[in-house]
């Protein structure tokens, strides 16, 4: 007969396992009875958090916000299209600078929180959400490993159109003008808008094609902040656009890898016009009927052992060249 008053030596209770991080668990103790709206212990599951950016945040600052939704808004996904994901101290700090409203959410680590008290201090008065993560979270936020220690997601505003309307108001100011044909690379176009940037070229037009990159999450970080101190603009034809420039009164300068004059043009005993410097494809270089519209080319000698240049290097090249030397 079985003695019921002593547990069985051959039973072993099933060992619980250890949870999944980021999994619900079951609370222990008693249990809330069906239709009672309160009891021992609240059973739904919680989002999990990140780390608060300080422990010692104000009332109703960031880190009173929905972790929920700063979780789901910082992995890297699909991306919205009015936000931007900014990468690196500088590129962070320049937007702040410029337009501080337009951060949404920012992470960083330990080392790189010690240097934003300012920036955490305004989205906390904005009740926007900051928060010093691993740099693990960060590389999931960023999407990348180069997040340098901060990322900033922020809006954006979608590209104008340029109008040959606008194009006479930049001649009339005599403001420098850069135009991509169809870069396609967006590391190309973020270190050309770096130097661009660096001399102070105001503007940049890229045509309203699938094969042109845009000022991406990649094309910022490698700015380095440099599209916070330009305009980007779109056009729906580059050819049309090279016509408008000349028109009015723009010395339009496209660069070519064999064919055009090596030096730069030099105005004597006239007024200087305004210049547009046009930038071909990597591989292509400007599309025939572009380089046709241009009032000049101009060719970058080379010892020719190597075709061409990267087209970011050109940039820089011809920038200093063309618009700096002036």
């Keep these: 007969m079985s003695n019921y008053s002593r547990p069985d030596p051959r039973y072993r209770p099933a060992m619980r396992p250890a949870p999944v991080p980021g999994e619900f668990v079951a609370p222990t103790g008693a249990v809330r009875p069906r239709g009672s709206s309160v009891g021992p212990r609240e059973l739904r599951p919680q ?79 904005e009740k926007k959400i900051y928060r010093q993560v691993e740099p ?5 936020i960023s999407g990348s490993i180069h997040h340098g220690g901060i990322v900033a997601v922020v809006y954006t505003a979608p590209l104008r159109v340029t109008t040959a309307a606008e194009v006479a108001q930049w001649a009339q100011r005599s403001e420098t003008v850069l135009v991509l044909d169809r870069i396609g690379n967006a590391h190309n176009l973020g270190a050309i808008a ?19 990159a845009r000022p991406t999450d990649a094309a910022h970080r490698v700015a380095e902040g440099g599209f916070e101190h330009l305009e980007v603009w779109q056009t729906k034809s580059l050819t049309v656009l090279a016509r408008d420039l000349a028109a009015a009164g723009y010395e339009v300068v496209g660069a070519v890898t064999r064919g055009g004059r090596p030096d730069a043009p030099r105005e004597k005993g006239r007024e200087r016009k305004p210049l547009a410097l046009l930038l071909g494809n990597e591989e292509h270089g400007l599309a025939p009927d572009v380089a046709a519209a241009c009032t000049r080319l101009v060719t970058i000698p080379g010892s020719g052992k190597i075709e061409s240049l990267n087209v970011s290097v050109a940039a820089a090249v011809l920038i200093w060249e063309l618009l700096a030397r002036r």
């Design 47 to 125: 989002p999990p958090r990140l780390s608060v950016a300080a422990s010692t945040a104000p009332a109703g600052s960031a880190a009173g916000e929905n972790d929920a939704i700063a979780a789901a808004g910082s992995r890297s996904g699909p991306a919205r299209h009015d936000e931007l994901k900014l990468c690196g101290l500088a590129a962070v700090k320049a937007r702040f600078a410029r337009d501080p409203g337009s951060i949404k959410r920012l992470f960083f680590d330990h080392a790189t929180g010690q240097r934003v008290g300012l920036i955490c201090k305004v989205l906390a008065q």
């Design 136 to 140: 693990a979270e960060l590389e999931k």
């Design 194 to 212: 770096r130097t661009a940037a660096f001399f102070g070229v105001p503007r940049i037009v890229i045509p309203d094609e699938a094969a042109a």
